[in-house]
């Protein structure tokens, strides 16, 4: 268990549709990010945030949006899907979110997009 | 955007033997690369990381060398053991943007009792 938690654990939607899949970091971790893995690709960094801020952007398309609260958690937004935003997608948190900092990552959510 | 891939998608060792799980990437600003272990059903799990400044780094039971010369990096797993078998990714992040992580699509390493 890394002490990262992602919730839920399986959404199925349809397309047009919006969801919300929500990340709480490790205790103490001030950086939280967020990643998108299809089936048979490697893990796409989508977005970083440090304390409230958002710190890095990776391939993170228009539709998709994240903030991080107050407390730490924070929450990825994907709007009008499409069938090819079916994926896993994993958030992870760090100390810091400087190089060098171990990213722990939560067990994902499922994504399914019918 | 930044490249990482690995060279063999599946690898197959019997149990007992040395594992070499390698990796490609192409920005030679790349400054610090990281292995992750993603068992079926579970988020990536860290396992070893080096940086530009480094050629070879171990932890327990693994090895991570890094050739910057042709851009290489490889996880060596020794005594190879069936809790081993998982997708090994390799990531990078360039010095220019640390906060940004690159990762490979992944090689299956199965391994065999």
């Known amino acids: 268990d890394s002490g990262v938690t992602q919730t839920p654990k399986h959404l199925i939607t349809a397309t047009g549709q919006r969801v919300t899949l929500r990340c709480s970091p490790r205790?103490?971790?001030?950086?939280v990010y967020w990643y998108q893995q299809s089936l048979d690709q490697g893990l796409q960094f989508l977005i970083q945030?440090?304390?409230?801020?958002?710190?890095a952007k990776g391939n993170i398309l228009e539709r998709f949006s994240a903030q991080q609260f107050p407390d730490l958690h924070s929450e990825l937004n994907l709007s009008s899907l499409e069938l090819g935003d079916s994926a896993l997608y994993f958030c992870?948190?760090?100390?810091?979110?400087?190089?060098?900092?171990?990213?722990?990552f939560g067990p994902g959510t499922r994504l399914t997009v019918l | 955007g930044e490249s990482v891939g690995l060279h063999l998608p599946t690898l197959s060792v019997q149990e007992g033997d040395n594992s070499i799980i390698n990796c490609a990437y192409s920005?030679?600003?790349?400054?610090?690369f990281i292995w992750y272990k993603q068992e079926s059903g579970k988020g990536p799990q860290f396992i070893i990381d080096?940086?530009?400044?480094?050629d070879k780094r171990q932890g327990q039971r693994v090895t991570v060398l890094l050739n910057k010369t042709v851009k290489h990096l490889s996880l060596q797993i020794a005594a190879t053991q069936p809790g081993d078998s998982a997708v090994y990714f390799c990531?990078?992040?360039?010095?220019?943007?640390?906060?940004?992580?690159?990762f490979g699509s992944g090689t299956k390493l199965n391994v065999k009792p």
């Open positions: 992870a948190s760090s100390v810091d979110g400087g190089s060098g900092n171990e990213q722990f």
């Open positions: 205790s103490g971790d001030l950086s």
């Open positions: 945030y440090y304390n409230g801020e958002e710190r």
């Open positions: 920005n030679s600003a790349s400054d610090y």
């Open positions: 080096i940086r530009s400044n480094m």
């Open positions: 990531a990078e992040t360039p010095r220019y943007n640390f906060n940004k992580f690159y």
